[in-house]
């Protein structure tokens, strides 16, 4: 499957994930990638954020047979399409939570090595709580709206980053858009 200006970004995250693992890298999609996936895309995330412990000289090899060519820093572009391909020093965290199992997504490009739904919430509520960013916390919602996740283990979770009262407003924002549909 070529890579084209119509490829989406699960099908464009599952070639580089295929063609790493392929190549013996392990690669996790996280971030705005991860909730592009995991939301249909009523999130568009134009970067595909991968965690990964190779090198950039590794990442180029595997990435130069896929047609893409590094740009600045651990960033790779591709001439077909719009989306930016980075990859970030591993470990696999979610906050200060070290990642250890992910899920591997079957599709039709290759299986999608990416953070399960709740990996994904806490990710994402990881950045609202650290950064205050408002979009992260919409990016959860729309995750967590569209996957079933356990309250219980992201208050838990929450609690251990020191965020209950901001995983409070998670909850109440999430009651709204349930009584909302």
């Known amino acids: 499957m070529a890579l084209t200006r119509r490829s989406t970004i699960r099908d464009v995250a599952a070639r580089v994930s295929q063609a790493l693992s392929d190549a013996g890298i392990t690669a996790v999609l996280t971030g705005g990638g991860a909730v592009s996936v995991y ?40 001439p077909a399409t719009p989306l930016v391909v980075e990859f970030v020093a591993w470990p696999v965290t979610v906050g200060d939570e070290v990642v250890s199992k992910w899920s591997r997504m079957p599709t039709p490009a290759g299986t999608l090595q990416i953070l399960t739904p709740i990996q994904c919430v ?23 709206g ?29 009651q709204k858009m349930r009584a909302n549909r």
């Open 39 to 78: 939301s249909t895309n009523r999130y568009r995330s134009y970067d595909i954020d991968f965690v990964t412990a190779a090198s950039r000289r590794e990442l180029a090899a595997v990435m130069s047979t896929l047609g893409f060519r590094p740009a600045a820093g651990r960033h790779f572009e591709h």
């Open 122 to 144: 806490k990710d994402r509520l990881a950045a609202f709580y650290h950064w205050r960013d408002a979009q992260s916390l919409e990016q959860a919602l729309l995750v967590a």
């Open 146 to 174: 569209a996957h079933r996740v356990s309250m219980a283990e992201l208050k838990r979770w929450s609690g251990v980053e020191g965020h209950l009262d901001d995983f409070a407003e998670f909850q109440r924002r999430q």
